[in-house]
Nanobody, 124 residues
Framework: QVQLVESGGALVQTGDSLRLSCAAS????????RGWFRQAPGKEREFVAA????????DYADSVKGRFTISRDNAKNTVYLQMDSLKPEDTAVYYC?????????????????WGQGTQVTVSS
């Protein structure tokens, strides 16, 4: 099994920056691509960003392109989500995900493991 633990969520103001982390443990040799999703109150969980195992390819939701950056440190088994220029509409629970396949996926069913989530609240 693989365990994913997110951290870094907080209450911030519009325009602030925040960095989320997701540490993996357990059978980490079985995971490859990693992703971030988010779920706002009353809405479905949506794709935010994803990265391949090597880090040479990334993908972002249109709503966060140019503001969010996903990266990973395989030596630490950790993936990061740097969030800049935060907006109130970025308020959500952010979930880390991992899949056994190296290619990126932008859909929830494409991931095998999930974290418990971390709350990000952006006040106006």
């Amino acid at each position: 099994q693989v365990q994913l633990v997110e951290s870094g969520g907080a209450l911030v103001q519009t325009g602030d920056s925040l960095r989320l982390s997701c540490a993996a443990s357990g059978r980490i040799f079985s995971i490859a691509a990693r992703g971030w999703f988010r779920q706002a109150p009353g809405k479905e969980r949506e794709f935010v960003a994803a990265i391949t195992w090597s880090g040479d390819n990334t993908d972002y939701a249109d709503s966060v392109k140019g503001r969010f950056t996903i990266s990973r440190d395989n030596a630490k088994n950790t993936v990061y989500l740097q969030m800049d220029s935060l907006k109130p509409e970025d308020t959500a629970v952010y979930y880390c995900a991992a899949r056994r396949i190296p290619r990126i996926s932008t859909i929830m069913s494409g991931y095998d493991y999930w974290g418990q989530g971390t709350q990000v609240t952006v006040s106006s």
